[in-house]
Nanobody, 117 residues
Framework: QVQLVESGGGLVQPGGSLKLSCAAS????????MNWYRQAPGKERELVAF????????NYADTVKGRFTISRDNAKNTVSLQMNSLKPEDTAVYYC??????????WGQGTQVTVSS
């Protein structure tokens, strides 16, 4: 079955950096668009970034553009999110996600990112 396992979250000061990773299994990773979402307390889950199956196409939410970079390694079935210049408003639980068969979304357990001094 589909499994997505995120790692790399933690506490970081404003202006700092973190790199999140997601290990995927149970589906054809190299032919799947991969997504990173986040959900802050009291807010709806929002799409942060996605990457095409071959890594050529990426897209970012306006709030993170220029600071975050999504990448993937199809040989290792992993997708990453490099986060730089972090702000307190980036504090959230970050989720790796994939949509299968056009309708079903799968999620990891999430990893907490806290940006605070």
């Amino acid at each position: 079955q589909v499994q997505l396992v995120e790692s790399g979250g933690g506490l970081v000061q404003p202006g700092g950096s973190l790199k999140l990773s997601c290990a995927a299994s149970g589906f054809p990773f190299s032919s799947s668009v991969m997504n990173w979402y986040r959900q802050a307390p009291g807010k709806e889950r929002e799409l942060v970034a996605f990457i095409s199956n071959n890594g050529i196409v990426t897209n970012y939410a306006d709030t993170v553009k220029g600071r975050f970079t999504i990448s993937r390694d199809n040989a290792k079935n992993t997708v990453s999110l490099q986060m730089n210049s972090l702000k307190p408003e980036d504090t959230a639980v970050y989720y790796c996600s994939v949509r299968r068969f056009g309708t079903t979304d799968y999620w990891g357990q999430g990893t907490q990112v806290t940006v605070s001094s």
